[in-house]
């Protein structure tokens, strides 16, 4: 896959195999390799990798509590302390956290160490390990501290998606429905898309929308699609139950509302809303609002973030394809959102 600068992406049956033949191609110097994995990755016989180099294995906290700065500082000292040089390369083998956290830490480790990325959950596959951001969060908030450490490759095995709890994997979906569309491609296909597809159109769009863009200044700006409300929900959630939905769920929802605002805004007609229905039905997303979320609680989150970012603004389908328009009117955004939440009611009442 062509991404720039240009990298290695692999996805298949088996490629976790090929850590040590990619390494060796587009890092011949290496001599020795630090695997940054968790103590619950490592539980499955499919965690196993071979470098082909002098290899570490460090084990960092399962989940978000990977992505602290303590962890990071943890890191660089196990790294030097296995001698670990510039030459050398770290391997993330793990869901986002895990990535997130071994690619931050291989940003700054002597100033930038290269780093292969083995994701194995489904969001890290289609968005946590493509693309180059790095990070880890802060007290005040998520990612708050991060940079820009593009990969040496990245290696998603469809095969280990097999232990991936149902949960997490409709975590990973949110994302795929969201490059599905905004792909543009036929809502009907994607019912008969296996993993190997869905990754890899996700991939693709991923690649291609940084490569226009790699520091986040336009165009990959539309890798928000449904993130305005999705966000939204995701936070109103969580601080009542912190188990509640998974990002790509709140994500789903987000995209739901999205093309319906885009319809309310005469930018789409109705037929596009239907396809966009269809491809979140088919890869079993939840699309309404969870009824326990008022309109007013949605708008006050929005109206905060707004702060930050100066006016309300979404990516929508329109006319030209997909487009961020920004200054939205709150009205139009209010009215549309109570609109959402009286259609959710009544399906989420006949559980469709
Ligand atoms: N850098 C980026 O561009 C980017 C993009 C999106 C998300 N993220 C980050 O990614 C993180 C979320 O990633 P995530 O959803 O992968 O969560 P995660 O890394 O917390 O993993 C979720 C759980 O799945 C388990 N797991 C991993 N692979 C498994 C497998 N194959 N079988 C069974 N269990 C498995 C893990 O042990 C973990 O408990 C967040 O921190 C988010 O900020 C980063």
Known sequence: MATTPPYDVEVGSGVRGRVAALIAAARPQARAAAVVTTAEVR?????????GLDQ??????????????????????AFAEAGLSRDDVVVGLGGGAVTDLAGFAAAVYLRGVRVLHVPTTLLAMVDASVGGKTGVNLRAGKNLVGAFHQPLGVLADTDVLATLPERERRSGLGEVAKCWLLDGRDGDAVTRADDETLIAVSLELKARLVARDEHE???????NYGHTLG???ERTVLTRDPDGLR??????????????LAARLGRVDAGVVDEHDRVLAALDLRRWLPRELSVDDLMAYMARDKKARHDLRFVLPGPNGFELVAGVDADVVRAALAAFALESSGREATRE
């Open 217 to 223: 200044l336009g165009a990959r700006a539309l890798l």
């Open 247 to 260: 990002h790509g769920e709140a994500v789903a929802v987000g995209i739901a509302f999205a093309v319906r």
């Open 56 to 77: 570490t294995v460090l084990e960092v906290p399962d989940g978000e509590r990977a992505k602290s700065l303590a962890e990071v500082e943890r890191l660089c000292e």
């Open 231 to 233: 966000h939204a929900v």
């Open 43 to 51: 539980r499955w016989p499919w965690s196993d990798l071979d470098t």
